[in-house]
């Protein structure tokens, strides 16, 4: 236990240097002796904090290089979600809906805001991406996570907030990679690109409370699927 304690407070030493320092992603950190030294603590300790910060990407550790500030990405996170949910759905728990229910809850309140708002440019992306959505429906009979992914991602790229980026990106990562372990039933990929296309409708006519409905309306096709025994769109 004493350890696991010491190797805790290291690793709260080493986020602290960090941000003291003000330290960047790929920046170098001090190497193991040097933080032995700062910290006064031993070499096992400060490697432990080391890979418990590098598991959650904190902290990057590349052997015969030396240590870095990790990605600070949250894979680590979705990681933990994906297998949180899987488990669970094993035990006959609703968390494929309540993975759903999070995203639904995230895209369906942020859709209207940036109605109105979004730039020419982006709007040009989804109008690329839906029109992938087609192709793909007609000649592979499946529209990609890639394209899929690409088209949310777009959506909120004019509010600017990389971190609600990444969020949102974690759960529609985290969903996706649950149903795809799980073989879960995907739906009809016209259908897919006619909701996408319903979304695009609306945020190229500005109209908050369609987009919305719209999403809504996206997210309940989804639903359906979870539900058992449910198939196609």
Not at 45 to 67: C, M, P
Not at 136 to 163: C, K, M, P, Q
Not at 165 to 190: G, I, K, M, T
Request: no cysteine; glycine share 8%.
């Amino acid at each position: 236990m004493a350890r696991r304690v010491m190797s805790d407070e290291v690793q709260e030493r080493i986020k602290q240097l960090i941000l003291l320092r003000r330290l960047a992603p790929g920046d170098a950190l001090p190497t193991e002796s040097e933080l032995m030294r700062h910290f006064g603590v031993s070499r096992n300790s400060v490697r432990e904090a080391l890979k418990a910060l590098q598991a959650v990407n904190i902290v990057d550790i590349r052997h015969g290089f030396g240590t870095f500030v990790g990605s600070l990405s949250l894979d680590s996170f979705v990681e933990g979600v994906v297998f949180r949910a899987a488990v669970r759905h094993r035990h006959g728990e609703p968390s494929l809906y309540e993975l759903l229910e999070v995203r639904e809850a995230l895209e369906s309140g942020l859709i209207g805001s940036v109605s109105g708002r979004v730039p020419e440019a982006d709007l040009a992306a989804l109008r690329e991406l839906v029109e992938t959505m087609k192709r793909e429906a007609a000649t592979e009979g499946r529209v990609t996570a890639a394209t899929d992914r690409a088209f949310h991602i777009a959506l909120y790229r004019s509010l600017g907030n990389h971190l609600l980026s990444e969020v949102l990106d974690a759960f529609w990562a985290a969903l996706h990679r649950v149903r795809e372990e799980l073989r879960e039933v995907h739906q009809d990929p016209h259908v897919t690109h006619a909701r996408h296309q319903d979304i695009l409708t609306a945020l190229e006519a500005g109209d908050g409370p369609a987009a919305a409905d719209a999403m809504r309306h996206h997210f309940a096709g989804i639903r359906h699927l979870l539900t058992p025994g449910a198939a196609g769109g």
